[in-house]
């Protein structure tokens, strides 16, 4: 029973070049989605924190004003 075991998981336990290098793009893509969130919100999270005051416009806030 225990060499069954063990070959079950040694079968389980194997990852080929395929899934490796999906694993690997799953990972930078988290990480360049990440940064560019934080990039694009950057100055709202700040606010949030109480690091910037509520007075100073934005960069979204100023694009609107001058849609309109």
Known sequence: MENITLSL?????????????????????SVVGAAFFIRLFWHRILRVFGVKKETEPDLADEQEEDEK
């Open 9 to 29: 998981l040694n079968i389980f336990l194997y990852i080929d070049p395929g899934t490796g290098s999906i694993i690997l793009q799953a990972i930078i893509a």
